[in-house]
């Protein structure tokens, strides 16, 4: 790479096994592009990259998607090194450019999603849900899982069955049965920086400080161009500017209402004793409410639901709010008390499974909020593109689960209002996705991004 790149890729190494381990082949200079994908609610990377074929590397070497890349990059000479290992799955695509040179593009995964996804196994766990998690990632995939952001799950021991299922799989199955006491879901996912897993719940990631709280990420008109000055405070302004920034799911109410986030109810038959729960009814805004207020005064909440229209038939009970409605119902089937385990003094205690719950509606109410908040998290999504320097100069600046705060300039003509923020539009923001492009020296973040709490 040139002087002026945004960054160094170091290493791009070729391997595989019918090869055997000493034939390693650094195709680094062959490639035109490399992008890798980032997905909160995934526990694997993603990754494509664009390679260069004038020597015939297909012919010779051979590739038939079961090789592996090792990458190997950082921001500069002296910045830490990031090391990421994939497996390629295939081509993608493949154009021949002339006679002789040919321009590929390969798919990547991580090589955890390459084996669960050939792998089924059935097995029997106990625990509280986090510690089964732990145990089928390092088990199964030899994968270990950290929880930094992770508070304690409300729900106790459970014992489950995995049913030949893969292990990212079950691992996500199990992790849907998670909430915190207030109904905070749990994410599960892999990140550019960490080599481990991490599961965080929505309250710890919210309440975390943005990693750019001492230079936030600016959207202006005057800072969208590439024609900046030397001096050394604008070329740091200049890595700290949002290229592109645009709204890709915005304020739908009713959506929410479709997905049971306004209010909805949870039904659920006990076989064993044969009672049904009553008084199951969640509200969408007493969840979020009684959410919100864990994230103490000074947050402004730009999580929300409009509570404000009126609409009904006069002949139905007349005009209400949306809340007041059943916009969605789950039902669920259980068999309570058929799993036990000793306690200290040898009596048998029963330890709930995946479905079933201790017998009050508090409890399996913790999964509609759960679901509700998830909703309400992706009804303001933005996605923006920045300058990717930052994320590689320091190993702890995370990429998705991480915050960032943001500036947008207000939309205006009127000189006096220029320099005014969009308070609508600023304010805390959690990664969601991300996209790191390399391509050509250049290094751009492409990011989905929602909005947490505004401007104070």
Not at 122 to 132: E, H, L, Q, R
Not at 136 to 145: A, D, E, P, T, V
Not at 217 to 235: E, I, L, P
Not at 333 to 344: I, K, L
Request: hydrophobic letters at 35%; charged letters at 25%.
């Amino acid at each position: 790479m040139s002087e002026q790149s945004q960054y160094i890729l170091h290493r791009v190494d070729y391997t595989s096994d019918r090869l055997g381990p000493d034939e390693v082949f650094d195709i680094s200079k062959s490639v035109v592009e490399l992008n890798i994908f980032e997905n909160i609610e995934l526990p694997y990377l993603t990754a494509n990259l664009a390679m260069s074929d004038d020597v015939a590397f297909k012919s010779t070497v051979g590739i038939r998607g079961t090789e592996r890349l090792t990458v190997v990059l950082s921001a500069h000479r002296d910045a830490p090194q990031i090391i990421k290992k994939f497996m390629i799955t295939g081509i993608q695509t493949e154009v021949s450019v002339n006679e002789r040179t040919d321009v590929r593009v390969l798919t990547m995964i991580e090589e955890h999603v390459y084996l669960s996804t050939l792998k089924k196994f059935s097995k029997a766990y106990t625990g509280v849900p986090s510690k089964i998690i732990s145990n089928i990632l390092s088990g199964q995939l030899n994968k270990k899982m950290t929880t930094g952001l992770a508070a304690a799950p409300s729900q106790g021991k459970i014992k489950v069955n995995i049913p030949y299922w893969n292990p990212l799989e079950a691992a996500d199955w199990v992790r849907d049965r998670m909430s915190t006491s207030n109904g905070s879901p749990y994410f599960l996912f892999s990140s550019l920086r960490n080599e481990d897993l991490e599961l965080a719940d929505l309250q710890s990631l919210i309440l975390a400080d943005p990693w750019n709280k001492e230079k936030e990420q600016r959207y202006t008109r005057t800072q969208t161009s590439h024609n900046f000055t030397v001096d050394a405070k604008d070329q740091m302004r200049k890595m700290f500017h949002v290229k592109a920034h645009r709204q890709t799911s915005i304020e739908s109410a009713l959506k929410l209402a479709q997905a049971g986030a306004v209010g909805a109810d949870y039904k659920v038959m006990d076989l064993t004793s044969g009672n049904q729960l009553t008084n199951t009814f969640h509200s969408g805004k007493d969840t979020l409410n009684q959410f919100m207020d864990k994230l103490g005064p000074k947050e402004t909440n730009a999580l929300a639901i409009d509570n404000s229209l009126q609409i009904g038939a006069p002949n139905d009970g007349g005009l209400r709010g949306m809340d007041g409605y059943t916009t969605k119902v789950f039902s669920s089937v259980v068999a309570s008390r058929q799993f036990y385990e000793p306690d200290q003094f040898g009596s048998p205690q029963p330890i709930a499974g995946y479905h079933d719950e201790s017998l009050t509606s508090s409890m399996y109410k913790l999964k509609l909020k759960s679901a509700a908040l998830r909703a309400i998290l992706l009804n303001n999504v933005y996605t923006i593109s920045v300058p990717g320097q930052p994320y590689l100069i320091d190993a702890n600046r995370a990429g998705v689960g991480s915050n960032i705060d943001m500036d947008y300039a207000m939309p205006t003509s009127d000189p006096r209002n220029t320099d005014k923020v969009d308070k609508q539009r600023s304010g805390k923001f959690l990664v969601y996705k991300a996209r790191h492009q390399f391509t050509t020296g250049i290094y751009d973040v492409h990011m989905d991004i929602v909005k947490l709490t505004g401007q104070e």
